[in-house]
Nanobody, 115 residues
């Protein structure tokens, strides 16, 4: 089954950094744009950062200037570099296609920002 696998989450203090990884098959990355999404407790899943079909990038206003999406297609991996993390960034982070849902949602990776 085609899937994307997230990793790299953890517990970090406010102001800290994490890099998330999204590994998948070459067929996904060669055909579809990929993005990062997150879901905090009690909230709907939201787009955080994504490549578009034109290979530009989109960011949620709340993460602009702090998060960066990048890809290493030789490794079939997309990354999310997260800097200056805030408690409001606490959520489960998922990668999926953009728009989402072309592949099943994975388990996600938990990011907790707390002192």
């Amino acid at each position: 089954q085609v899937q994307l696998v997230e990793s790299g989450g953890g517990l970090v203090q406010p102001g800290g950094s994490l890099r998330l990884s999204c590994a998948g098959s070459r067929s996904i990355f060669s055909i579809y744009a990929v993005g990062w999404y997150r879901q905090a407790p009690g909230k709907q899943r939201e787009l955080v950062a994504a490549f578009t079909s034109g290979r530009s990038t989109n960011y949620a206003d709340s993460v602009k200037g702090r998060f960066t999406i990048s890809g290493d297609y030789a490794k079939n991996t997309v990354y999310l570099q997260m800097n200056s993390l805030k408690p409001d960034d606490t959520a489960v982070y998922y990668c999926n296609t953009n728009p989402p849902g072309i592949v099943p949602w994975g388990q996600g990776t938990q990011v907790t920002v707390s002192s």
